[in-house]
């Protein structure tokens, strides 16, 4: 087992960087930092600072949906990467926690 940081970044599903969704610009700017990986998880109902509920059951409601970008990696790594985030303009809420990954199995590089 091994200590970890876990950033997770939460914006709307119609936030956009130069025309490109904000959940991809920062999945991009991650792997070009090279981190360990990231993944993208779309909520179906949430709320924000807004205090406004966006669900999917509700067709007029069913924009601004949550979503939240994951990453983990060490510490320092992640840590190094959050100036990366800076000139986004991330409208939504970002977190540190630290994790202990209990289980990790990369991929092998094809022979």
């Not at 709307?12 to 960087?17: L, P």
């Not at 205090?51 to 409601?61: A, K, N």
């Not at 986004?88 to 202990?100: K, T």
């Amino acid at each position: 087992m091994s200590r970890a940081l876990r950033l997770t970044v939460f914006v709307d599903d119609t936030d956009v960087w130069h025309h490109r969704p904000m959940y991809t610009e920062i999945v991009h700017r991650a792997h070009a930092a090279g981190l360990a990986g990231a993944s993208v998880f779309r909520g179906v109902e949430g709320f924000g600072a807004t205090s406004v509920v966006h669900t999917t059951r509700l067709l007029s409601m069913a924009d601004d949906l949550p979503v939240a970008v994951v990453i983990v990696d060490t510490e320092e790594r992640v840590r190094a990467f959050l100036p990366d985030l800076d000139d986004l303009s991330i409208e939504g809420l970002a977190v540190l926690d630290e994790v202990e990954i209990v289980h990790h199995r990369g991929r092998q590089a094809a022979p």
